[in-house]
Nanobody, 120 residues
C-alpha cells in the first residue's frame, strides 16, 4: 500500500509566501513523475507544476516566476514554494505521484488536498 499526503496549506495575505510539502509513504521502490494540481471553487482541477524523477520541471503560465517545484528523492517528498501569492491562487492544492511499489505495481496516487487561501 502506498499513499501521498500534503501539508503546509493555510491563510496568507496577498504578496505573501507559503510552502507545500507532499510525502509518499508505503512500500515504495521508486517514484516517477510528481505534480501539484489545484482546484478553485466552481472550476476544474488544473495542473500547477510537474517534476520528473530527474528533476525536469514544467509550470502553468499563471504561476511561472512565482512558484518553484522541487523534490527530495531520498525523502520521497515534493515541495511547492509559492511566492507573490494572489487571491486567484486560492484553491485546494493536490499532490499527484506515480509510485512504483515493491510489489511490482505502479500506482497513480492523489493526496487528499490542502487548502490555500490568499486574502487580506
Amino acid at each position: 500500500q502506498v499513499q501521498v499526503a500534503e501539508t503546509g496549506g493555510g491563510l496568507v495575505q496577498p504578496g505573501g509566501a507559503l510552502r507545500l510539502s507532499c510525502t509518499a509513504t508505503g512500500s515504495i521502490a521508486g517514484i516517477d513523475d510528481m505534480g501539484w494540481y489545484r482546484q478553485a471553487p466552481g472550476k476544474q482541477r488544473a495542473v500547477v507544476a510537474t517534476i520528473t524523477s530527474a528533476g525536469n520541471t514544467n509550470y502553468a503560465d499563471s504561476v511561472k516566476d512565482r512558484f518553484t517545484v522541487a523534490r527530495d528523492n531520498a525523502k520521497n517528498t515534493m515541495y511547492l514554494q509559492m511566492s507573490s501569492l494572489k487571491p486567484e491562487d486560492t484553491a485546494v492544492y493536490y499532490c499527484h505521484a506515480l509510485i512504483r511499489s515493491t510489489n511490482g505495481w505502479t500506482y497513480n496516487k492523489w493526496g487528499q488536498g490542502t487548502q490555500v487561501t490568499v486574502s487580506s
